[in-house]
């Protein structure tokens, strides 16, 4: 898992992250807002409450929290096999 070590708020519900494995970069969560648990960021300004937890997620007010996983994919553009090998394992049939 990388965790996120910086984050850093931009205009337009944009995020500037960097992981701990030293990659950097932006992501867009605007298309999050307004639904079901992303109702709080309606609000802007606690869009921009957000704090990194102490296991690298990012947490608005215990309310909502991203798993740095996914953000790292985002930020990224890369597909989760191509982060987690073990998905890429072939099926066995018995």
Same mark, same amino acid.
Not at 13 to 32: I, K
């Given at each position: 898992? $990388?965790?996120?070590?910086? &984050?850093?708020?931009?205009? %337009?519900?944009? /995020?500037?992250?960097? @992981?701990?494995n030293?990659?950097?970069? %932006?992501?867009?969560? =605007?298309? /999050? &807002?307004? =639904?079901?648990? @992303?109702?709080?960021w309606?609000?802007?300004?606690? @869009?921009?409450?957000?704090?990194? =937890?102490?296991? %690298?997620?990012?947490?608005? =007010?215990?309310?909502?929290?991203?798993?740095?996983?996914?953000?790292?994919?985002?930020?990224? %553009?890369?597909?989760?096999?191509?982060? @987690?090998?073990?998905?890429?394992?072939?099926? &066995? $049939?018995?």
């Amino acid at each position: 898992m $990388n965790r996120i070590t910086q &984050v850093k708020v931009l205009d %337009g519900y944009r /995020l500037e992250l960097t @992981f701990g494995n030293g990659v950097h970069g %932006g992501g867009v969560l =605007s298309d /999050l &807002v307004g =639904s079901g648990v @992303f109702r709080l960021w309606s609000d802007y300004q606690e @869009f921009q409450k957000v704090k990194i =937890s102490d296991t %690298g997620d990012l947490t608005w =007010s215990g309310q909502v929290d991203l798993c740095p996983d996914a953000l790292y994919l985002r930020v990224t %553009g890369k597909r989760p096999e191509d982060v @987690f090998p073990i998905l890429k394992r072939e099926p &066995v $049939n018995a």
